[in-house]
């Protein structure tokens, strides 16, 4: 009966300090939408031209055969006209299949101003998109440190980013020309892990998994978009 | 009897908390509202009592750091930063407010970098 009633009476308790807890503060997480303003101030309506991508292939690439399937820089072509069509307001062209890049120099491509210019006045369009992608198997794992230094107060921040283990890595630098002067207005590059269940996973579904993580970045070059952010507010 | 005395004074504990409500001039009254609506998503009401509660205590740091999350959620950047500077200065070794503004200030920075300038953009 003793115990009964002292079990009861711990119970009561457990309530009360439950029910007490929230009442007597601390802190809470919220979750706030932030705008993104675009990367590019622009009109809106720009025509666009999206021309090839360098494609970097890796060494080991050869021993992941399954990756030779995958025709990358048609599948992200086709998923970038899809997006910017879908999304915004811009006239999306492709360059003419005779459109060749003049290097397979990331650099030197960006400094090709009278190549863009020449696209630009071939194709009519205000910007021209190119760059280089890269989509490979990535076989890491570990927590790895990130240095990041606020400009606003000039202190070092230190971030800590966990690599999987197995997974597809889709790496894309974006370079947005002029499409009258040939020259560079903006390189960015976007990258993105996901790590797959099994080394069997389909890399068409890795592929797609990497671009719709991207999207909203991609997406954010050209049109204001928004993303979740988490912050600490005290209860009392 | 132990047992009485124990609820009683849990009782009263959590009495005590919950008639900070019925004391609108605290400080720590207005936090608790605001951190209230705030949950609801009603930033701009948040805002308001947050200021409230910096009128009421300029010196203190959860104050002046839930209103930066308010005025950050509110789109009122500039001013979000200015507080969490000053919730900062105030309480320089709070874990919580320096991860916010840590986070603000990498969101910040992205926000007012703008690259580049196309020929014909406006």
Known sequence: ?236 | MKLDRIVVLCLLIVAGACTSYSQPEKASTQIAFGTKVAKQGLWREAAFRYEQAVTKAPDNARAHNNLAVALEASGDFARALAEYKRALEIDPNNNYIRRNYARFAEFYTAYTKTTGKASGAP
């Open chain 1, 1 to 236: 009966m003793l115990r009964k009633a002292a079990r009861r009476a711990a119970a009561a308790l457990v309530v009360l300090l439950v029910a007490a807890v929230p009442a007597l503060g601390g802190v809470d997480q919220v979750k706030l939408r932030l705008p993104l303003k675009p990367k590019l101030p622009l009109r809106g309506n720009e025509r666009i031209a999206l021309a090839p991508f360098i494609l970097v292939t890796d060494p080991e690439k050869a021993r992941d055969k399954r990756l030779q399937n995958v025709d990358v820089q048609a599948e992200f072509h086709r998923f970038l006209k899809k997006q910017l069509e879908k999304k915004t307001k811009f006239d999306v062209i492709e360059t003419p299949p005779d459109v060749k890049l003049p290097t397979q120099n990331l650099a030197d491509l960006a400094r090709a101003q009278e190549f863009w210019a020449a696209v630009g006045t071939q194709t009519s369009a205000e910007l021209v998109v190119s760059g280089s992608l890269e989509f490979r198997v990535e076989d890491r794992s570990g927590y790895k440190t990130e240095e990041y230094q606020s400009p606003i107060d000039g202190r070092t921040y230190y971030r800590q980013v966990y690599v999987e283990q197995t997974g597809f890595v889709f790496d894309i630098v974006f370079l947005v020309l002029d499409g009258r002067t040939g020259e560079k207005l903006l390189q960015d590059e976007f990258k993105d892990f996901r790590q797959t269940g099994s080394r069997q996973r389909d890399e068409l579904q890795g592929l797609f998994e990497n671009l719709f993580s991207l999207e909203n970045q991609i997406l954010n070059t050209f049109v204001p978009r928004d993303r979740e952010a988490e912050r600490y507010i005290f209860t009392d």
